[in-house]
């Protein structure tokens, strides 16, 4: 494989390879008999045709695509073992220069991190952010632990009341037809939780046990389902059962059921020390995030093109993993959401462009303070890990990837550096 270099604007480096035209010819031979059986020739079995018979027929370019498939990848990497301080931080560009049964010759427009002089990161004054807890904080977490505790009873002597929950059979029309989800029985319903269609509970409120009423409605004009939006329906209820929750006195028994202490007073102590344990590491990441900001600020960065796209995708990605995780498929999310995977890039765009930024950033001081993670680190990092997955160190070693590894020495790493910079800027 012979190529020549270009450096080019933005950040990037244009290299021109010409294939051996053996290899080529290997990649025009695979691609025939990975698809020589979607021909069918007269005189031969489907699948059976030479190869110069289907080259005569439709000429050889029919190939090419499937043999430029097979050899680009083992191209770029030849091309990376010879270009030893080539570090690509994007996929390349490929744009193919000629092309013929014998030749092939490929640029490869490989993007690499933009050269740029580092800001201020050092001696900067910024204000400390500091948090307390308050009275009203504390009475926040014992209201939850007490709604938690709360017991729930039948109610059978009034109609019910906002904040009750209901049993109620109910049976959706639009039209007098009745439409896909809008039955169910024996469904709980918390009155004023605003989980049904406007207006339903409002109208439930009142009813008594055994009652039966229709209630009307309309859909919201951006309903989810585009066949119900804006739409009038009736529902036809009846209503099993009404319960209300009583909440427990708050005092010395309360705290003994809710928590390990034997008083009300220890048990606010407990929450107030943990939440001012929260109230602090918030205070810690907004200072953290408020440098970083004020290091990039500092900082002057061409940022390429092809490396936000990398990040936008990446997060993309993400995005569409968290929706399949939740068990929805990104289709229905952008259908019920009226929007679409450009609409999200848009997105992401902005914050696509800071990540890059801070990254480069923080490789770049990274470099310039020497800041390695170092072998007692990695081993006790590794530790924690095995101990998080139930398994020994060896056994998390013996199953461990490339980029468990890289993940852990990295996350030390970046740790480490914004360690260091706590330290060297000063929060008053």
Known sequence: MN???EILENSEIKYVVDADSSAWQNAIRE????TK???????????KAPMSVITRMYGVGVFFDDALDIILSSLYTELLQKETELKPVARPQVDIVAISDTELKV??????????TLGEYKGIKLAKVKKDVTEEMITEEIT???????AWENVTDRPCEKFDTVIIDYSGSVNGVKFAGGTAEKQNLELGSGMFIPGFEEQVEGMSIGDEKDINVKFPEEYGAEDLAGKDAV??????EIKKKVLPEINDDFAKDVSEFDSLEEYKADIKAKLQKTLEDNAKREMENALLDKIAENTEIKIPDAMIEEQIEEMIQEFEYRIAYQGLKIEDYYKYTNSS???LRLRYNEQAQKNVKMELILNAIIKAENIK????????????FAKGANKSVEEFKATMRIEQANYIEREIVINKVIDFLMANNKFA
């Not at 640029?107 to 740029?116: D, L, M, N, R, S």
């Not at 529902?235 to 099993?240: D, G, R």
């Not at 993670?373 to 924690?384: F, G, N, R, V, Y």
């Open 341 to 343: 995977r450009d609409e």
């Open 3 to 5: 190529y020549n270099k």
């Open 144 to 150: 939850k632990a007490q709604e938690k505790a709360g």
């Open 235 to 240: 529902f036809a209820v009846k209503l099993h």
């Open 373 to 384: 993670a170092e072998e007692s680190e990695i081993e006790s990092k590794i530790a924690d």
């Open 31 to 34: 691609a025939y008999n990975k």
């Open 37 to 47: 059986h979607k021909f069918n020739i007269e005189g031969f079995r489907k699948g």
């Open 107 to 116: 640029a490869f427009i490989v993007t690499v991190a933009p050269e740029f």
